[in-house]
Structures are given as C-alpha cells and as structure tokens.
C-alpha cells in the first residue's frame, strides 16, 4: 500500500483527469453522439423496412385470398348456371315432349273423326246408291215381273228379305 | 528433443545463474531495467545502449518539465541528463531519482530515512510525462478514428467505411451486450459515451503497451485511479432515489424500525464501504493485470539473457512470445471488465424499482 502511495503522481493523475475529460466531451460532440445517431437510424429504417415488407406480404396474402375468393363464388356461379341451363333445357325438352304428345293425340283423333265422317259418309253414300240400284232394279223388276202376277209378288218378298237380312 | 528436456534444464540452469556471480550483476540491472520501465519517466526515450567506453546514450526526445514550487517552474527534461545532473532553475536545484523529481541543494545530495525513502522535498509536479504525452496520443488517436467514422456515415449512407467496418461491431456490442442488459433500455443512453471513451481509451493505451516503445500508462496506479473516480463519480452523481434509498436503508420495509438499528449499525456501514470498494476493485484489477503482464513479460524477456544458453534462451523467447499473446487477450478482456463493471455499477445506481411504480399504477386505476 505505501509502495502503492509513493507511486502515485498527482501530476498524473490531474493530467489524465483533464485530458481524459476533454477527450470524453470532444468524443461525445464529435463522434459518439453522431454514431449512435447514425446507427439508431439505420435500425430504425431496417426495422422499417421489415415492417413494411411484412405488410406487403400480408397484402398479398389477402389480395391472393380475395381472388381465390372470387374464383370460387365465379365457379359456383359457374355451376349454378350449369344447372339452371340443365333444368331449363330438360324442362324445355318435356314441355316439348308433352306438346307434341298432346298435338299428336289431337291430330290422331281429328283423324279418326275424320275417318268416322268419311266412313258414315260413305255409308250414306252407298246406301243412297244401294237405294237408287234397288229402285232401278225395282223398277226393271217392276216393269218385267208386272205382266206376271205371281211373279211380282214373289220377287217382292224376296226383295224385302234380302233388305231385311242387310 | 528441445520439448522434452526443456523443462528439466529450466530450474537446472535457474540455479546455476543464482549461484553464479556474473549473473547476479545482470539480474540487479535486468531488475532495475523492469522497475524503470514500469515508472512514468520525465523524457520519452524510444532505446538507450552502453557504449565499450561505459558511455550510455539515450535515444528519444526531452519532454517539459513543469513543477509548482512557490510559482510556476518550466524546463526541459534534457537538462537532468536522464537523472546524471542537477537541473537549476530560478537558483533551485532538482534532482530526478527514481523516476521522481527532488529539491535538493547545490551538490544534489540526497538524505535518506531508516527505510531507505528520500527524505527530500518533492515540489508539485505537473510534468508532461510519457504518459501524458500517449494520452494526448491515444487521445487523437481516438478523436481521428472516431470522428472519421461518424463523417463516414453521413458519406455513405448509413454504412460506415475503411477501419469504421473494424470499430462499429464493437461500439454495438459494448451498446447491445454492455450498456443494454446492465443499465436497461430505457436509461442506457446517457452512459454509452463515457462507457464508450472509456473502454476504446484502455484498451488502446493497454495495446500501446505491448509495443517495444516501454510505454505502461493502464498499468500506472494514478492512471487508474483518475479512471475509477469518474465512474465512481457518475455512479453517484446519476443514482436514484431507489439507490441512496438502498445505501441508508438496505431492508427497506421488512423490518419495524426498532428491528433495524441494531442490524444498521453493521449494515449501513457496509453499505457505504462497498460504494467505495466497487472502484476501488477497478482501480486496482486494472492496475495490477497490466502492472503484472509487463513485470512477467520484461522478466522473461531478460531471462533470455541470463541464459545465453541455446536451450534456455530459446525456451523463454518461446514463453515470453506466448505470455504476449495472452497479453493481447488481457488488453482486451481488461478494458471490457472495466467497461462491464462500470456499466453494472451505472445499473445499479439508476435502477428504479418496477414494482412499486406497477403498484402505483394499480392503485391509480
């Protein structure tokens, strides 16, 4: 301890007090204070940087998101015309088929009416012929048969059990 | 070969050279020669050689001498002729013994107590020594290098340049690993330049101390002291009321106050001693690390000269290179735990206990 105290320079001790001081004070105006700036910014504008980029790719996850989003509800849009057009189109295709069926009924049965009429007039018609053949047969019959009595009454009952018998 | 019967021929050779009596001639100069270089001296002298006449020439420059003694007294070291005459100035005569500056009279003679200490008058001396002058080199050094390196900032956009790329990891990690976790984020800022100057300036002055150049500043008792004292200084001067809080009632309100006198007695004291001791610890761990590397490296080195052997010499050559190696890394390592101690005594003195403001903050809502 007192080799420790004999040692020790005052002169020193005052010099190295002021200079180192000096030095602090000059170091603090001159170059720390500006280092610690420069640095302390240049984080900053790191962390900035990251941050921002952060949020850019959050952006894009949700810009990414929407159109996803948006491809599935154009998709399901899609398919529900799909299915709309498929139910219009076999809807179409029975209301076709219904319509056809019922025209074709109606045409099949203006049909047959129309057969019926041309056979009830045929009918008619032959009956009307039949009717005038008879008269002329009749007649001929009539105008042969007159001379003989028995003749004529025999063919007249024979005539009308033919007519009967139709 | 030369591994293996190294260390058998080490205390072997050792012993020769004690008993021998040429050598203890040496050793007494290779003694004195550490002790000297060990001492501020008033000149800077860069080698010094014995010519074959017995003549020694020193090679260097003189450096002011300046001395308070009933007024202000300014000479030129030269004039004492590295301690070989009398320096008289205003009809006072000085002599330089011993690395010290003493009034003596005409004839320089010098009178000595029972211990062998000067009895001599010893006027103030504010000398610009060697070690003021590597100050004020480190000093420029420092301002150079770092006042270049904040320039460069603004030139380059944020990126430092050249040596700075070498200097900013450590000015962030003494910032991240240092201040940071020991001050706490909130309070660090205030003491980064001073753990900032203060780190760089020993750890320079430590590596201009293994230069060949004999310069020992960080290894010098007052160097340290004036370094302990300014953070002693702002320890105390930046503490808080949770600190002083701490220093006179260290139990705070776990005891009623009739519980504690008896334990203050003891306590306080304790407390106020270890506010003494922290820098104390500084002055002295950084004093006697960089005292002892030069003391072991000035040895070794003079054993290679004691051995004049091709085993010895080259085997304390080998040491002595590896203890300067180790000597790097303490250059270092002792400026990071003065700047490490100083920012946890700074930790202490600002803290401020969280828990009681969360407290008040709970009562608040």
Redesign the interface.
């Known amino acids: 301890m007192e080799k420790l105290l004999e040692e020790f320079s005052l002169g020193l001790f005052f010099w190295q007090t002021l200079l180192f001081v000096l030095l602090l004070l000059l170091l603090y105006k001159y170059a720390w204070k500006p280092i610690l700036n420069a640095v302390n910014d240049r984080e900053e504008g790191i962390k900035n940087a990251l941050d921002a980029a952060e949020a850019a790719k959050k952006e894009m996850q949700n810009v990414t998101a929407d159109s996803e989003k948006l491809l599935k509800e154009a998709r399901a849009e899609r398919d529900a015309l799909l299915k709309e057009a498929r139910e219009i189109k076999e809807g179409i295709i029975s209301e076709a088929k219904e319509q056809s069926k019922i025209e074709g009924d109606k045409i099949i049965k203006q049909a047959q009416a129309a057969i019926e009429s041309e056979k009830k007039a045929a009918v008619a018609d032959i009956k009307a012929q039949v009717a005038n053949l008879s008269l002329d047969i009749a007649e001929k019959v009539i105008k042969e048969e007159l001379s003989d009595k028995k003749k004529q009454q025999k063919l007249v009952e024979d005539m009308l059990g033919d007519i009967k018998l139709n | 070969m030369m591994l293996c019967v190294g260390p058998f021929a080490f205390p072997a050779e050792k012993e020769n050279e004690q008993h021998g009596e040429q050598g203890k001639d040496l050793k007494t100069e290779i003694k004195e020669y550490i002790s000297h270089h060990l001492?501020?001296s008033h000149d800077f002298s860069l080698f010094s050689y014995t010519k074959d006449n017995g003549e020694h020439v020193y090679v260097g420059f003189p450096l002011p001498v300046?001395l308070w003694d009933n007024g202000l007294k300014v000479f030129s070291s030269s004039q004492f002729h590295h301690g070989e005459t009398l320096a008289e100035v205003d009809g006072q005569h000085y002599k330089l013994y011993h690395s010290k500056i003493y009034k003596t009279d005409a004839e320089g003679t010098i009178n000595y107590d029972e211990d062998h200490?000067p009895t001599n008058a010893k006027p103030?001396?504010?000398?610009?020594?060697k070690?003021?002058v590597m100050?004020?080199i480190t000093?420029l050094l420092?301002?150079w290098l770092?006042?270049s390196?904040?320039?460069s900032?603004?030139k380059n956009n944020?990126?430092p340049t050249g040596v700075g790329r070498f200097f900013?990891p450590i000015?962030?990690y003494i910032?991240d690993d240092i201040a940071r976790p020991n001050i706490g984020e909130k309070r660090y800022?205030k003491y980064?330049?001073?753990l900032?100057?203060i780190f760089f300036?020993i750890w320079f002055l430590n590596m201009f101390g293994m230069t060949p150049l004999g310069i020992n500043v960080t290894g010098?008792?007052?160097?340290t002291?004036?370094?302990a004292?300014?953070t002693f200084v702002i320890t105390n001067f930046t503490g808080t009321k949770d600190y002083w809080m701490h220093q006179f009632n260290p139990l705070g309100d776990s005891l009623p106050w009739y519980g504690k006198i008896p334990l203050y007695i003891i306590l306080v004291p304790i407390e106020m001693l270890g506010l003494i001791i922290k820098p104390f610890s500084l002055l002295i761990r950084l004093y006697a690390n960089m005292q002892a590397g030069h003391i072991v490296i000035g040895s070794l080195i003079g054993l290679m000269f004691i051995f004049k052997s091709w085993i010895g010499s080259p085997l304390s050559f080998g040491l002595a290179f590896a203890i300067m190696l180790i000597e790097v890394l303490v250059a270092l390592l002792q400026a990071y735990i003065f700047t490490m101690l100083s920012a946890l005594y700074f930790g202490f003195a600002s803290e401020e206990h969280e828990h009681d403001h969360e407290h008040e903050a709970e009562i608040a809502h």
């Open positions: 001492q501020d300046i200490h103030l001396d504010f000398s610009i020594t070690n003021v100050i004020f000093g420092m301002f770092f006042s390196l904040a320039r900032y603004a944020g990126v900013e000015v962030l910032r800022k980064m330049p001073f900032l100057t300036f010098n008792i007052a160097i002291t004036a370094l004292i300014l």
